[in-house]
T-cell receptor, first 113, second 115 residues
Framework: QKEVEQNSGPLSVPEGAIASLNCTYS??????FFWYRQYSGKSPELIMS????GDKEDGRFTAQLNKASQYVSLLIRDSQPSDSATYLC?????????????FGRGTQLTVWP | SAVISQKPSRDICQRGTSLTIQCQVD?????MFWYRQQPGQSLTLIAT?????????ESGFVIDKFPISRPNLTFSTLTVSNMSPEDSSIYLC????????????FGEGSRLTVL
């Protein structure tokens, strides 16, 4: 069973703060990890992908991967109200073809002005 | 990234009927997938749409219920057959554009409500 776990939230942070979103996964051999943002009524939008241990930064977003702990996180710096959405963690398990992703149930983030 | 268009964007269907969702990509892609997102749930892969051959279905999904066509590298259809209220979901077409990254991109989705 390939599981991806996220805190459902809601996570509420003030504007300008750092939002920290966490995800754990069960398949130790997983190779590829992705964060998606999903606004209400919209389809998921890819924010970040990460493949090796450590941090990967893109603008206000930083993805962190720790394969030993089977943990991946997303930090959003200088959070804006427009960041309010559900954030989905997705994992491509070992042996899976590309595109076959297992998704967590998402963390709902609210950024208040 | 590729532009992925789905039709219909939403529909209300009667129990027992079938509906076909179309997915059109503005560039040729090898890998195309159909996901489902039930209300309040996360995304679940239904099947991989293979060009020129039968789709590859995930556990719990069968061809009789979700027949898929993939006639070329830019187009696919998903049919939801003999619908019941439990089929009320968002159905999402998705593609991997660059195999080196495995990044998956989604269409706008088709929201089906079955009465």
């Amino acid at each position: 069973q390939k599981e991806v776990e996220q805190n459902s939230g809601p996570l509420s942070v003030p504007e300008g703060a750092i939002a920290s979103l966490n995800c754990t996964y069960s398949d130790r051999g997983s190779q590829s990890f992705f964060w998606y943002r999903q606004y209400s009524g919209k389809s998921p939008e890819l924010i970040m992908s990460i493949y090796s241990n450590g941090d990967k930064e893109d603008g206000r977003f930083t993805a962190q991967l720790n394969k030993a702990s089977q943990y991946v996180s997303l930090l959003i710096r200088d959070s804006q109200p427009s960041d309010s959405a559900t954030y989905l963690c997705a994992v491509n398990p070992r042996g899976s073809t590309l595109g076959r992703l297992y998704f967590g149930r998402g963390t709902q983030l609210t950024v208040w002005p | 990234s590729a532009v992925i268009s789905q039709k219909p964007s939403r529909d209300i269907c009667q129990r027992g009927t079938s509906l076909t969702i179309q997915c059109q990509v503005d560039s040729q892609v090898t890998m195309m997938f159909w996901y489902r997102q039930q209300p309040g749930q996360s995304l679940t892969l239904i099947a991989t749409a293979n060009q020129g051959s039968e789709a590859t279905y995930e556990s719990g999904f069968v061809i009789d219920k979700f027949p898929i066509s993939r006639p070329n590298l830019t187009f696919s259809t998903l049919t939801v057959s003999n619908m019941s209220p439990e089929d009320s979901s968002i159905y999402l077409c998705s593609v991997v554009e660059r195999e080196v990254t495995g990044e998956l991109f989604f269409g706008e989705g088709s929201r089906l409500t079955v009465l």
